[in-house]
């Protein structure tokens, strides 16, 4: 499994892109955590929590 994640995060560029982090909790449970950054926002005042 740590050989298959080693793999997943060189290509996964979406992912690096996005400053996403893959954890694994259990066999066959992760979760995936991402800052929410003004980049990520469709319009230029939305609002976002500090």
């Known amino acids: ?3 298959l994640l080693e793999i ?3 290509v996964n560029q979406f992912g ?3 400053g996403m982090k893959l ?3 259990e ?4 979760t ?8 990520h926002l469709a319009t ?5 929590v500090e």
Request: aromatic content about 10%; charged content about 30%; hydrophobic content about 30%.
């Open 32 to 39: 995936y955590e991402m800052e929410v950054l003004s980049k």
């Open 8 to 10: 997943y995060s060189k």
């Open 16 to 18: 690096k892109e996005n």
């Open 1 to 3: 499994m740590e050989k």
């Open 44 to 48: 230029p005042k939305t609002y976002m």
């Open 23 to 25: 954890t694994i909790v």
């Open 27 to 30: 066999p066959g449970v992760i």
